[in-house]
């Protein structure tokens, strides 16, 4: 008793003393000669990486749900969501949950700091990765928050972000892209190499720029024509123009540190070896053009792991179906005319493998390609739409440029000029009729996207309905044996972001992945 009589003494003695020299004590601990703030180009460097090497949002929202609804890829896993339209709450989240506190979080940070300033550069590409992932995360879930998104440590009037509606957001996307694109400055100061898309180069980011703004455009194309004509016309007329050959394309070099997002979940042993291979839709669809980028894209038939099994014919490619189980997929197999009965099913080695060529650690990733923009410039040329050139012209272009991209990855991937040019004359774009242009333009568009960018795959399927594609319907699937709309909203901003989320469901519907978005009005 009498220890803490004499505690108690002293600290109301000290009281005084400690309270009023709070502010020298918090003084000794601030180093005068170090930086108080991260060097904003080194953190624009971080928010453009964080989009290919995050290989947790990479393998759930690209590869084990886009690219398999959209039919690039097929699974007998169960884990493999997307295939047989199954909700898991982490994989439809991963997205949501992890690119707000990071990406967002970090190039909002930017942006708010250099507006004003003379760092002109910095801001504006930091504005373009900001507006770059909100527009991906819109067209994965709807409303989102925007406008208040990434503003947190702001104070707490920024805690609980509504959620703007997607006509709003894309109004937003549009004038941040165009507010980006016209106060760069090639005389202004320049993050140069730590700029890993450009290196700093301002002719190129200006491109990039007008080419965002045709595939925003497209998007709308279908929901607000006028609008969308007004917003590819502009950019595809623009004095910096668009993309004019895949030397602008957008990409991210990895390496053994910062590796490519994707090959990190196509790598794993329980992927790669059992669960991934190409699907039934994409290789018969390859196969009926006679189109060269198989042996791109296919590996071959038989075990990833051993290259003396591989069956390299690109006749003799086989792919999975997609919306089978380990058990189911022997019957289909039966019907391919691969095994005699359902039990002589011993894997997945039957069919059709991703080139591991594609799946390195330090293999590039592409955010944006040429091929994409001169397919969608087809499209709006199509249109009667005032974008420069033919329709033929820009569908050419792009597929040529789709073709010749995957160099980029390994140069044994290189093919012919003159191969190339039997494969588009073999297509006939010029003598089909406009609807058959339509279709093989969104075709293409989707061969283009594969891997690097399911997101886009399934976002222009949505829009134009192209590929026509063959729904499963595996039971206890989700959607009733459609393919899903959307992704759904995080559980737990139900919790965390009651009111908004509740205004968010109330204005685009219920949060299933049937709901459709506001630009989802076409099939």
């Known amino acids: 008793m009498k220890n803490k009589l004499m505690i108690a003494v002293l600290a109301m003695f000290l009281l005084p003393f400690t309270a009023c020299d709070n502010d020298a004590l918090l003084d000794i601990n601030v180093d005068p000669n170090s930086s108080t703030e991260l060097d904003f180009d080194f953190i624009l460097a971080d928010v453009q990486g964080g989009l290919t090497t995050n290989g947790y949002v990479q393998s ?18 169960g884990f493999v969501s997307g295939d047989k339209y199954f909700w898991n709450e982490q994989y439809t989240s991963a997205m949501f949950q992890d690119y707000y506190p990071s990406i967002i979080k970090n190039a909002t940070h930017i942006v708010d ?26 067209d994965m879930y709807g409303n989102v928050p925007y406008s208040e998104a ?23 996307i549009v004038s941040d892209l165009r507010e980006a694109r016209d106060i760069m400055n090639p005389n202004a100061p320049n993050p140069g190499i730590q700029d890993i898309y450009y290196q700093g180069d301002i002719a190129k980011w200006q491109r990039y720029i007008n080419s965002l703004l045709v595939r925003v455009g497209m998007r709308m194309s279908k929901v607000d024509a006028g609008t969308a004509q007004s917003v590819v016309e502009e950019a595809a007329n623009h004095s910096a123009g668009t993309f004019q050959s895949n030397d602008d394309n957008t990409y991210v070099v990895h390496n053994d540190a910062a590796t490519n997002g994707n090959s990190a979940v196509i790598i794993s042993d329980n992927y790669r070896k059992g669960n991934a291979r190409l699907s039934r839709t ?75 060529k594609l799946y390195d650690f330090s293999d590039p ?57 039997a494969y588009i004359d073999g297509l006939d774009f010029g003598s089909a009729s406009a609807a058959d242009q339509e ?24 829009r134009t309905g192209y590929p026509v594609l063959t729904p499963t319907n595996y039971p ?7 393919i899903p709309r959307r992704l759904l909203y995080p559980a737990f901003e139900q919790s965390e972001n009651p009111d908004n989320f509740a205004a968010a469901v109330a204005a685009q519907g219920p949060n299933t992945f049937t709901t459709r978005m506001w630009w989802d009005v076409a099939n």
């Open 476 to 482: 206890g699937n989700q959607t009733g044996g459609t």
């Open 282 to 356: 994409f290789i018969d669809w390859m196969k009926s053009l006679d189109d060269p980028r198989m042996m791109i894209i296919s590996g071959g038939v038989g075990d990833p792991d051993m290259p003396s099994t591989w069956i390299t014919d690109p006749e003799e490619q086989v792919g999975m179906p997609n919306g089978y189980d380990g058990e189911t997929i022997g019957e289909v197999a039966v019907e391919q005319g691969l095994i005699a009965t359902p039990d002589d099913y011993v894997d997945n080695n039957i069919y059709s493998f991703i080139n591991p």
């Open 439 to 462: 279709r093989m333009i969104g075709e293409q568009y989707w061969a283009a996207t594969f891997l690097d960018n399911g997101y886009e795959s399934y976002a222009n399927w949505r």
């Open 365 to 421: 990733m592409y955010l944006h390609t040429y091929a994409e923009v001169e397919l969608l410039l087809a499209e709006a040329a199509l249109k009667g739409w005032n974008v420069g050139g033919t329709a033929q012209e820009h569908f050419e272009n792009g597929v040529a440029a789709a073709i010749t991209k995957w160099v980029e990855y390994d140069a044994s991937l290189e093919r012919s000029q003159a191969e190339i040019d």
């Open 60 to 77: 759930r929202a690209n590869i084990i749900y886009s690219s398999t609804m959209i039919q690039q890829l097929a699974s007998t896993a």
């Open 113 to 138: 700091n250099l507006e004003g300033t003379d760092e002109v550069n910095t801001y504006a590409m930091a504005k373009v990765v900001r507006t770059y992932t909100l527009h991906r995360l819109t």
């Open 150 to 172: 990434g503003r947190g440590l702001n104070g707490q009037e920024n805690w609980f972000p509504k959620y703007d509606s997607q006509q709003e957001i894309y109004g937003m």
